[in-house]
């Protein structure tokens, strides 16, 4: 146990339907990350907070948005949703954004679009 | 972020050292070595990671050469339920940020 939670863990939604998944990280962990994971893409980063701001972006879609809350839990909001977007989709934390700060992950939260 | 370089897939006897290579001939001084691994869709779990010397917990033990161009990840005692999928990432640091930069891995088949 890692000591990130994710929920829900499942997820089956219709397409252009919104979504939210929700991550409380690590006590003590500052830092939050969201990953997606799909059968041919691998794990791809999508964004990174550090207590409560935005400090990195990866390959996250405009129909997505995160954001990090004063108790340091974050939610991904995934819109108008399509068949593409089913996939795991991991949160991760970690206390700090330096490098040499472990980052652990959760359990993930399989989204499926039909 | 420096690339990695694994080979796809291993095999190893249970029981035996599991011995995972990875090449990362443009490393940067600061750039640290992780490995992670993931086993059937459940989230990557840590295992290890290190700047310069060769680091050992209870799960693993890392090596990396002189260098810095490559290094080992060694399960000294391999198990069925370490079969899994291993990534080695380098990840870069400064700015006020730094994530993990997924491969694809070594897929670690440990066999009886």
């Known amino acids: 146990d890692s000591g990130v939670t994710q929920t829900p863990k499942h997820l089956i939604t219709a397409t252009g339907q919104r979504v939210t998944l929700r991550c409380s990280p690590r006590?003590?962990?500052?830092?939050v990350y969201w990953y997606q994971q799909s059968l041919d893409q691998g794990l791809q980063f999508l964004i990174q907070?550090?207590?409560?701001?935005?400090?990195a972006k990866g390959n996250i879609l405009e129909r997505f948005s995160a954001q990090q809350f004063p108790d340091l839990h974050s939610e991904l909001n995934l819109s108008s949703l399509e068949l593409g977007d089913s996939a795991l989709y991991f949160c991760?934390?970690?206390?700090?954004?330096?490098?040499?700060?472990?980052?652990?992950f959760g359990e993930g939260s399989w989204l499926t679009v039909v | 972020d420096a690339k990695t370089t694994q080979p796809p897939s291993m095999d190893c006897a249970e029981g035996r050292a599991a011995n995972l290579p990875c090449n990362h001939s443009?490393?940067?001084?600061?750039?640290?070595v992780y490995w992670y691994r993931q086993i059937h869709s459940q989230g990557p779990q840590y295992i290890i990671h290190?700047?310069?010397n060769n680091e050992t917990n209870e799960m693993a033990s890392l090596i990396i050469t002189e260098d810095r161009k490559s290094s080992t990840l060694i399960l000294p005692h391999a198990t069925l339920r370490d079969t899994a999928v291993y990534y080695c990432?380098?990840?870069?640091?400064?700015?006020?940020?730094?994530?993990?930069?997924f491969g694809k891995g070594t897929m670690l088949l440990v066999s009886p």
């Open positions: 991760a934390s970690s206390v700090g954004s330096d490098s040499g700060n472990t980052i652990y």
């Open positions: 006590s003590g962990d500052l830092s």
């Open positions: 907070y550090y207590n409560g701001e935005e400090r």
């Open positions: 443009t490393i940067s001084g600061n750039e640290y």
């Open positions: 290190g700047l310069k």
């Open positions: 990432i380098v990840r870069v640091g400064g700015g006020g940020y730094s994530t993990l930069t």
